[in-house]
C-alpha cells in the first residue's frame, strides 16, 4: 500500500475481483475455476483491510466505530438480501447474468476506488 496509495491498490483489487467474476462462466473444468477463483479471492484480500483502512482514517474524530458499525449493517444485510436477489437474477435471465453483473458492480467499485487525478492550476 505505501508505494501505490490506499486508493490505486484498492482500485486494483476491485479489477482483480471483476476479472475473477468474468472468469467464472467461462471455465469448463475445475483448474480453470480454480484459477478464477484465485484471481477473484487475492482481489478481495487484498480489499476488505484497504476499505477498513480507508473507513478508519476518513472517519471523524472518535465516530470510526460508528463507520465499522454502518459498513458491518451493510455487509450483514447484503448477506441476507443477496441470495435473494442473485438467486431471481439467476432465474429470470441465467446464471451468466449473476456473474457479469457482479462483474459490472466490481468494476464499478474500481473505477470509484481510483485516486483523483489532481489538475495543474491553470495560468491566467
Given at each position: 500500500?505505501?508505494p501505490?496509495?490506499?486508493?490505486?491498490?484498492?482500485?486494483?483489487?476491485?479489477?482483480?475481483?471483476?476479472?475473477?467474476?468474468?472468469?467464472?462462466?467461462?471455465?469448463?473444468?475445475?483448474?480453470?475455476?480454480?484459477?478464477?477463483a484465485?484471481?477473484?479471492?487475492?482481489g478481495?484480500?487484498?480489499?476488505?483491510?484497504?476499505?477498513?483502512?480507508?473507513?478508519?482514517?476518513?472517519?471523524?474524530?472518535?465516530?470510526?466505530?460508528?463507520?465499522?458499525?454502518?459498513?458491518l449493517?451493510?455487509n450483514?444485510t447484503?448477506r441476507?438480501?443477496?441470495?435473494?436477489?442473485?438467486?431471481l437474477?439467476?432465474?429470470?435471465?441465467?446464471?451468466?447474468?449473476v456473474?457479469?453483473?457482479?462483474?459490472?458492480?466490481?468494476?464499478?467499485?474500481?473505477?470509484?476506488?481510483?485516486?483523483?487525478?489532481?489538475?495543474?492550476p491553470?495560468?491566467?
Amino acid at each position: 500500500v505505501a508505494p501505490f496509495g490506499e486508493e490505486r491498490v484498492l482500485s486494483a483489487a476491485f479489477v482483480l475481483g471483476a476479472v475473477g467474476f468474468l472468469l467464472v462462466p467461462l471455465c469448463a473444468n475445475a483448474l480453470a475455476l480454480s484459477a478464477a477463483a484465485f484471481v477473484f479471492g487475492l482481489g478481495m484480500a487484498c480489499g476488505q483491510p484497504i476499505t477498513t483502512m480507508l473507513m478508519f482514517s476518513r472517519s471523524v474524530e472518535g465516530r470510526s466505530g460508528e463507520m465499522l458499525g454502518l459498513r458491518l449493517t451493510a455487509n450483514n444485510t447484503m448477506r441476507v438480501a443477496g441470495p435473494a436477489v442473485f438467486g431471481l437474477v439467476a432465474c429470470a435471465l441465467g446464471l451468466t447474468a449473476v456473474f457479469l453483473i457482479n462483474a459490472l458492480m466490481m468494476g464499478a467499485g474500481a473505477l470509484a476506488a481510483r485516486p483523483a487525478r489532481r489538475q495543474a492550476p491553470k495560468e491566467p
